[in-house]
């Protein structure tokens, strides 16, 4: 009863308890696509494992630190998990841009059996709206930690959401394929961009918040 009104009532508890499930999720999404991929020969579901599997790196680095010290409590060993976050993001985006460029070169993209489609836009507005809270939320913390692990998120969900609109045009788009590769290549270039950026800012912004203080 204690754990469930801590989790209720205490933020940041509530992060790390969603980090270690996080984790959970992206590992068995790993393992999920790489049988997928090898066992129907797929380069598109190998890509995704691939992505999964820096997610789930870069959540464990975060879970690891979460259980040897108290989040606030030593913010340039933070900052090192952010910063070396925000280089495996930049190394995660090569591996958005495959995906993306198998997408639309290939015109190819997910798809959800009967009414399931309804059920994961819903849920994917819901996490990419709740993300996008968090970042900025969290960031009045002052954990790189826990603004790692809400970029992280945000990064996950943005990939839910391409997946979503790839889904759409399978399920109520028209024939024209032209008009699909112009939609998913837009939207995945616009995604990739966007990560790019979240990954050059987590490795820079440090380096800045670092001269700042020993500037006079």
Request: proline share 2%; glycine share 6%.
């Amino acid at each position: 009863m204690k754990q469930i009104k801590r989790l209720l009532g205490d933020a940041i508890f509530r992060s790390e308890v969603t980090l270690h499930g996080g984790l959970l999720g992206n590992l068995l999404y790993v393992v999920l696509n790489l049988v997928s991929g090898l066992l129907y020969r797929s380069a598109w579901f190998l890509s995704l494992a691939f992505y999964y599997l820096l997610l789930s790196l870069m959540r464990a680095m975060l879970v690891q630190y979460v259980h040897q010290k108290e989040l606030g409590q030593d913010i340039p060993a933070e900052t090192r998990r952010y910063r070396a976050c925000g280089v495996l993001l930049l190394f995660m985006n090569q591996a958005l841009v495959g995906i993306v460029i198998y997408m639309a070169a290939g015109d190819r993209g997910f798809s959800y059996p009967g009414t399931l489609i309804y059920a994961m836009a819903t849920y994917t507005f819901y996490i990419t709206i709740t993300a996008i809270i968090n970042v900025v939320k969290f960031r009045k913390y002052g954990s790189p930690v826990l603004s790692a692990a809400k970029i992280v998120s945000l990064t996950a969900a943005l990939v839910s959401m391409l997946s979503l609109e790839t889904a759409m045009l399978s399920r109520f788009g028209s024939e024209d394929h032209r008009f699909r590769h112009i939609m998913t290549a837009s939207s995945g270039g616009s995604v990739c961009v966007i990560v790019l950026v979240m990954a050059v800012f987590m490795i820079i912004r440090p380096k800045r918040n670092e001269k700042r203080r020993l500037s006079p």
